[in-house]
């Protein structure tokens, strides 16, 4: 019996929300391991939807345990409100369903604003990140330099004054020399012990949770946010998001050894989005990115944002598959492509006169990157709603052939709209 880690294999959206929410019904456990409020999952469950951006997919289904890693960064404000949204639709999100790792760092009131003055900043410089302003960045930037606050300091009332004071003592040099308003001590203080008593309940050593969990033969999912290219160290940096996405974050962000992971889920979509800016070789400034994107819905469960489209580019997923030791990918929105004349696949790229099979790390070698295509035939009949291969037409099969082909990996599942039960399974990840 293997534990799954599910990745995003793109820049993220690429639809991990319903597979994950698929595979939550065979788990026991269900963890997230890295990121924050920043990425969205969107369920639909017996027609209900759920936008969740922070808790684990777990919490809408009964009987499972969900937690929340020490890779996160946690936004506790942020916490009470989504777990107050999800108790309106019937939800209730409990101690006993629910555990936040005690070494998990917070994010404040001061990073939700110092990502928005650094944003502000770049805004007029022209080197814009495109964050969600969300604090996410500025948090991990405390938990590395060794300053933050985090969830077990909200118990210890004696030495939380001095956490802030030294959190402060940094970010009020920042907030100077940005020419903004000092952050008082009380300030701080009243905003964590507003919502200890609210956080404290759901506190526990992780760690040992998940090894009593393993060693008693429960299944574990391990949920990640955002996509590969999107990693601080893999992804198109400096437009990355402040954490590592990649599979084997899994392990430190959560608590457990390597071996403990059996089997790495990519999810895959079947052409190509990103949020914000930085490089995207395949997109379509044009009426197919129009397309795609309408068709497909594409704005961001968490912020609205429009997302950018293209062709689906095979360079990235395969280095993705590389990256993140992926043994099969959920193949996703394949339905978007249905009607098309031709379909479009990024092959490889020319750079400066060369063809070459990777993204390159630099930053300007990124934007000078082309792509090279091959065009493959589309299909007339629907894909949607499909439950099996029979269903497919024959040209929707051989595009999906062909990703295999190019990416190195198998599709394990193929999700034909957003409903749940919509999926081809030829793979289960949960089996050896």
Same mark, same amino acid.
């Given at each position: ?16 929300? *319903? ?28 027609? *209900? ?10 919490? #809408? ?15 506790? =404000? ?6 107050? $949204? ?76 001095? *956490? ?6 940094? =970010? ?35 760690? $040992? ?24 160290? =893999? ?20 608590? #457990? ?39 497909? =819905? ?7 944002? $429009? ?126």
């Amino acid at each position: 019996m293997a534990n799954v880690v599910v990745v995003g294999s793109q820049w993220g959206d690429e639809g991990k929300g *319903k597979i994950v929410d698929w595979l939550s019904e065979r788990a026991d456990v269900v963890v997230r391991f890295q990121g924050g409020h920043n990425a969205g999952h969107t369920l639909v469950v017996d027609g *209900k939807v759920y936008k969740l951006s922070l808790l684990p997919s777990g919490v #809408v289904r009964p009987g499972k345990l969900s937690i929340i890693g020490n890779g996160v960064v946690f936004d506790p =404000h942020a916490f009470v409100a989504e777990a107050a $949204k999800l108790k309106a639709q019937g939800v209730e999100v409990t101690p006993d369903r629910l555990k936040i790792a005690e070494n998990t760092a917070l994010i404040l009131s001061l990073h939700r604003e110092l990502d928005g003055f650094r944003e502000d900043a770049a805004s007029n410089s022209g080197t814009k990140i495109g964050t969600t302003r969300r604090g996410i960045g500025p948090a991990y930037e405390d938990k590395v330099g060794r300053r933050a606050v985090r969830v077990m300091d909200l118990a210890d009332l004696e030495t939380l004054p001095l *956490k802030v004071d030294r959190l402060l003592t940094h =970010h009020n040099a920042l907030r100077r020399g940005l020419g903004h308003a000092e952050v008082t001590h009380d300030a701080i203080m009243g905003e964590l012990t507003s919502v200890a008593d609210e956080i404290l309940p759901y506190m526990d050593r992780v760690w $040992k949770v998940l090894d009593d969990r393993r060693r008693a033969g429960e299944r574990i999912l391990f949920e990640g946010a955002q996509g590969t290219l999107l990693d601080i160290d =893999h992804g198109t940096y400096p437009f990355v998001t402040s954490s590592n996405t990649v599979a084997g974050q899994a392990s430190a962000g959560a608590g #457990v050894g390597p071996g403990v992971i059996g089997y790495v889920l990519g999810i895959t979509k079947a052409y190509t989005t990103r949020v914000g800016e930085g490089p995207f070789p395949t997109e379509q400034k044009n009426e197919i990115g129009e397309f795609l994107g309408t068709r497909g =819905h594409e704005f961001g469960v968490v912020t609205g944002r $429009k997302r950018r489209c293209g062709w689906f580019d095979a360079v990235l997923v395969r280095q993705a598959v590389a990256v993140n030791g992926i043994k099969g990918i959920a193949l996703t929105k394949l339905d978007v492509l249905d009607g098309l004349d031709e379909i479009k696949v990024c092959t490889g790229y020319r750079l400066d006169g060369e063809t070459i099979d990777y993204l390159p790390a630099s930053q300007g070698a990124q934007a000078r990157v082309e792509p090279v295509y091959e065009t493959l035939e589309g299909w007339k009949g629907t894909t949607a709603g499909a439950r099996s291969w029979n269903d497919l037409p024959a040209q929707a099969v051989k595009y999906v052939r062909y990703i295999e082909e190019l990416i190195g990996a198998p599709v394990a599942l193929l999700s034909t709209s957003p409903e749940r039960d919509d999926t081809i399974l030829v793979t289960d990840p949960f089996q050896d």
